[in-house]
């Protein structure tokens, strides 16, 4: 395998590969290291920061003055402080880049933004546990979560009042996408989902069968006695759901600019081959479409793929302070996204302020400075007691001594450089830590 090819892999199926270790790989064939990437049974290392016997009870919280009430809050968004953080490190460190990767597309993907740490650590594992799962298994999954059913109102969707939040946003985000079922089909897909709940001391679904509409139902002309099992059934039964679902695989591992022509093969793939998340992957990354010059250096990187990217690069694991203040400023929160739509992505990405931010951070940090920034607002203020300033010091090591400079460069620049620009960098760099600092400040380094 090309060893411009496996740095093009690693930037989409992972957050990066170091030059020693992409020089294994080349004497490998592009099946066995995509095979290898996908063989992460065992290898799984689920978040465990928050123990349920950590949550109050239902009994418990009934006895509580408002102030008691708000401290737990106040507890409550520091847990979900540490399992962010937790996770950000996970990223730079993991042993499983492309599950990390899945995980962390599915969790734009299910965006879900409630404060309870407990479930929102449950529904991240569900999305670690079934990242390359038939697609139904991880759609049934996050359907009966107690964090998937609070957000979208589950709880207060009941026989005789439904609510249509969970069932609209189903089609529409998770699935099949807007403009392909009609208001009487959220109307049915509502009813089918009442009675869908949790226990309120153990997180655990619970189906409340007198809560449960089980009149005849007619969603997307077929008419039978439907609960919200047979709902997912039918919709999964629609191609249009492949199609909306490769949309976006392709979106995020291929290319912000689509191509329906690819995508339109990955659907019938995928359809094909029962929604099978872990076969569509390893079918998209050796495609040799894949590794086409249009598709290599050209979607923006998400902050949490700029930031994880730039310290597994340079060994370093920023400090929670850092990785929190950062995420903030750029405008990707994890277990925070602006909406139940997640993040917007591509162009979204930059702005006059995160562009500058972006530019200035990696250089700043390599050379143990300081550097302020400005908060956007995307969480409530009093989640995070963030410092002012940031510092991150580098090992001399970080700088790659000994490494060629044409090698420095192709590992760390995807965007393909003419020859003119890339004679001046390599000549006006005396040394392998001047060329990093002046790659680390490049625009080309905002695109993988």
Not at 23 to 32: F, I, N, Y
Not at 89 to 113: D, M, N, S, V, Y
Not at 348 to 364: A, E, F, Y
């Amino acid at each position: 395998m090309e060893l411009k090819n496996i740095y093009h892999l690693y930037s989409r199926a992972g957050f990066g590969i170091s030059i020693e270790d992409a020089k294994k790989l080349s004497t490998k064939k592009t099946d066995e290291v995509v095979d290898a990437l996908l063989a992460v049974s065992g290898k799984q290392v689920y978040l465990n920061q928050v123990q349920l016997s950590e949550m109050p009870t239902r009994d418990e919280m009934k006895g509580l003055t408002k102030l008691e009430k708000r401290d737990l809050g106040a507890q409550a968004r520091n847990k979900i402080k540490t399992l962010n953080t937790t996770w950000v490190k996970q990223l730079i460190t993991t042993q499983t880049p492309l599950l990390e990767k899945t995980t962390l597309f599915w969790h734009g993907h299910f965006a879900c933004r409630i404060e309870n740490p407990y479930t929102v650590q449950q529904l991240n594992n569900i999305e670690r546990e079934f990242a390359f799962a038939p697609f139904k298994n991880l759609l049934m999954a996050v359907s009966k979560s107690p964090a998937m059913l609070q957000f979208l109102n589950n709880r207060q969707n009941h026989k005789q009042q439904p609510n249509e939040n969970f069932a609209r946003e189903l089609m529409e985000l998770f699935t099949i996408g807007r403009d392909n079922y009609t208001e009487q089909d959220i109307k049915e897909s509502a009813r089918a989902f009442t009675g869908w709940n949790f226990k309120a001391d153990t997180y655990e679904f619970v189906f409340k069968v007198k809560d449960h509409d089980d009149g005849s139902k007619t969603f997307m002309q077929q008419t039978g006695y439907l609960d919200g099992e047979a709902i997912i059934d039918i919709i999964l039964k629609q191609k249009q759901t492949s199609v909306y679902l490769c949309r976006k695989f392709y979106k995020f591992f291929v290319n912000e600019v689509v191509d329906e022509k690819r995508v339109a093969e990955l659907a019938d793939y995928y359809y094909a081959n029962n929604y099978d998340t872990g076969k569509l992957l390893k079918r998209l990354f050796t495609a040799d479409w894949f590794y086409d010059a249009v598709n290599v250096g050209v979607n923006i990187k998400s902050p949490i793929e700029f930031m994880v990217g730039f310290s597994k690069s340079f060994g370093i694991v920023p400090p929670d302070g850092t990785l929190l203040k950062l995420q903030r400023a750029m405008g990707q929160i994890l277990f925070y996204p602006p909406n139940v739509a997640g993040w917007a992505g591509g162009r979204n990405w930059i702005d006059s302020s995160t562009l500058l931010l972006r530019l200035k951070t990696p250089s700043v940090i390599l050379n143990g400075g300081k550097i302020d920034i400005v908060e956007k607002d995307d969480m409530p203020e009093e989640s995070f007691n963030l410092p002012e300033t940031i510092k991150v010091n580098a090992d001399e090591k970080t700088f790659y001594a000994g490494v060629k400079p044409n090698d420095l460069l192709e590992s760390m620049l995807l965007p393909t450089l003419d020859d003119k620009k890339k004679n001046m960098l390599l000549s006006n760099a005396t040394t392998n830590k001047q060329l990093v600092l002046k790659i680390v400040s490049m625009p080309e380094y905002q695109l993988g």
